[in-house]
């Protein structure tokens, strides 16, 4: 008995891995891409909810949390961390504490609200590369500033 190939779809952007890298990157993307929730997938073999049972990432830095802040990221995880800190200074000048099951869903939910939503579990087996694919005009307009 035969079998038919699924048919190819077609994506600008496929980010492989829902951790905090996959995660913010994607987010990243769809701050500045053009119709992102088209354009970009994100995909994760595990079905984030139960994978991190013992948790992983526990604190982020201040520079860390810095960089999420310009994202617009870090308001959500300082709502829900433990702030460990020795004298209340500059704004991030602390040690943010939160379980990074629960950072990625600050994560994740910032990702929904930009239409995209991460896919799980679906895995990545293989790649390969189209040599014969006939290549897309790049439009400037679409992709920034000129
Ligand atoms: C015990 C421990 C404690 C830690 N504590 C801290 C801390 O306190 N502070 C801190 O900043 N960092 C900490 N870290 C490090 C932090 O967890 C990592 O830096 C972070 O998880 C890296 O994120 P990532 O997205 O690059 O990778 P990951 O979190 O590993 O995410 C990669 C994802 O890709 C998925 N994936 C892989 N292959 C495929 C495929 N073929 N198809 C689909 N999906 C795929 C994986 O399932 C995974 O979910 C700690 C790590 C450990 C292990």
Not at 109 to 120: D, N, P, R, W, Y
Request: glycine residues 6%.
């Amino acid at each position: 008995m035969g079998s038919t190939a699924p048919e190819a779809e077609h994506v600008d952007v496929l980010i492989v891995g829902g951790g905090p890298v996959g995660l913010i990157t994607a987010y990243q993307l769809a701050l500045t891409l053009p119709h992102a929730d088209k354009r970009i997938r994100i995909i994760e073999q595990h079905p984030k909810s139960s994978q991190d049972k013992y948790s992983r990432a526990i604190a982020l830095f201040p520079r860390t949390s810095e960089v999420l802040d310009q994202l617009g990221l870090a308001d959500a995880l300082a709502q829900q961390c433990f702030a460990c800190q020795s004298s209340a200074s500059a704004v991030w000048d602390f040690a943010l504490v939160l379980r990074q099951k629960y950072q990625e869903e600050v994560f994740r939910t910032a990702l929904k609200e930009k239409g995209i939503m991460l896919e799980a579990p679906v895995t990545l087996v293989d790649v390969a590369v189209d040599e014969g694919l006939k290549k897309g005009r790049v439009s400037q307009h679409s992709y920034g500033p000129r």
